[in-house]
């Protein structure tokens, strides 16, 4: 459990978009929404598969044989991306041109000079309101990630059948990939602080379908709920790098997007086990689905704050990178 810990989100949420600030120099927020968003398709696609497996050769034969594709996969990946940006095979990151590339790379057009690159440093961020107006957002963002492991049961215990659930957990799934989508594009048009308000207002309306929901006993807004707030509570996986990339810069990125995804992490980690003991205590989900309503609120106003505040204390060497 420990080592699949550590690894899973070293190679889906955190390195795929480190590997897409990088090689992409424009419209970062759809490829990292599509990258994450094949999480999702991913997960949809084989877990029947490996299911089906487990059945036929049970559960040792099938995690061996997957393991030993996953490796091979990953070290094929891997060899394709030891370099750390495509400048070294003479190719430009997507959408850059020369002059991009002049102004954020040492004068050999080899190698990546932090000193040329605007954004903030490690240390800048930690000395600054900016690190601990995004630390309150990364928060969210952990909370958030509660709810999507809890829909089925959520919905279970508040009256409905097995086969409800189920197909809420479906829509929740597909509202994961599309609010991806929607987010990506949204960063790409007005910022990572307007994709987050845009999650933000999906979760929140789809929360309070599921309270509606619930109070009625509708199956159809189950659905419609399940899916709204799907789009929106993606945010915990989509929004950390963008709101990172938007705050911090990309001098220190992946030391300070790695701070926010162990925020991000830590948050979840404590939010679950809460949510379980409030709806013990309850006996009903609506309280949490009010507490979710308030943190999702709550990463808007920080999100708008924390990127205004970072990007004024960026350390802008030469001429700024051209949006």
């Given at each position: 459990g420990l080592l699949v810990g550590l690894s899973y989100p070293l190679t889906s949420i955190y390195l795929a978009p480190i590997v897409i600030n990088q090689w992409f120099f424009k419209r970062q927020g759809t490829f990292t929404a599509i990258a994450l968003a094949f999480i999702g398709?991913?997960?949809a696609i084989l877990s029947p598969i490996m299911t089906m497996m487990i059945q036929a050769n049970g559960w040792q034969a099938t995690m061996m044989t997957w393991g030993i594709i996953l490796a091979i996969v990953q070290i094929c990946i891997g060899?394709?991306?030891?370099?750390?940006?495509?400048?070294?095979?003479?190719i430009l990151p997507?959408?850059?041109?020369?002059?991009?590339?002049?102004?954020?790379i040492a004068s050999d057009g080899k190698e990546e000079d932090p000193d040329k690159l605007p954004g903030l440093t490690l240390k800048r961020s930690l000395t600054t309101p900016v690190f601990w107006l995004m630390a309150v957002v990364f928060t969210g963002f952990g909370i958030m990630a509660v709810v999507t492991p809890n829909v089925n049961t959520?919905?279970?215990?508040?009256?409905?059948t097995a086969m409800v659930a189920g197909f809420a957990v479906s829509c929740s799934s597909i509202g994961n990939i599309v609010g991806k989508l929607i987010m990506g594009w949204v960063k790409d048009k007005?910022?990572?602080?307007?994709?987050?308000?845009?999650?933000?207002?999906?979760?929140?309306?789809?929360?309070?379908?599921?309270?509606i929901a619930f109070t009625t006993m509708d199956e159809t807004l189950?659905?419609?709920?399940?899916?709204?707030?799907?789009?929106?509570?993606?945010?915990a996986t989509m929004m950390p790098p963008l709101v990172a990339a938007d705050a911090f810069g990309p001098k220190a990125f992946a030391a300070l997007y790695g701070i926010g995804s162990a925020i991000r992490a830590i948050a979840g980690g404590i939010g679950s086990p809460v949510a379980g003991a409030i709806y013990g205590s309850s006996g009903s989900y609506v309280p949490n689905l009010v507490i979710w309503i308030a943190f999702a609120f709550i990463c808007v106003p920080f999100a708008f704050a924390g990127i205004k505040a970072g990007q004024k204390r960026w350390d802008r060497p030469g001429t700024e990178i051209r949006e």
């Open positions: 398709v991913g997960g060899g394709f991306l030891i370099r750390t940006t495509p400048l070294a095979l003479g997507y959408g850059a041109t020369q002059e991009d590339v002049r102004k954020i959520m919905v279970q215990v508040s009256g409905f007005k910022g990572a602080a307007w994709a987050t308000a845009t999650a933000a207002l999906m979760a929140i309306v789809g929360f309070a379908c599921y309270i189950v659905y419609v709920a399940a899916f709204v707030g799907g789009c929106g509570v993606c945010m």
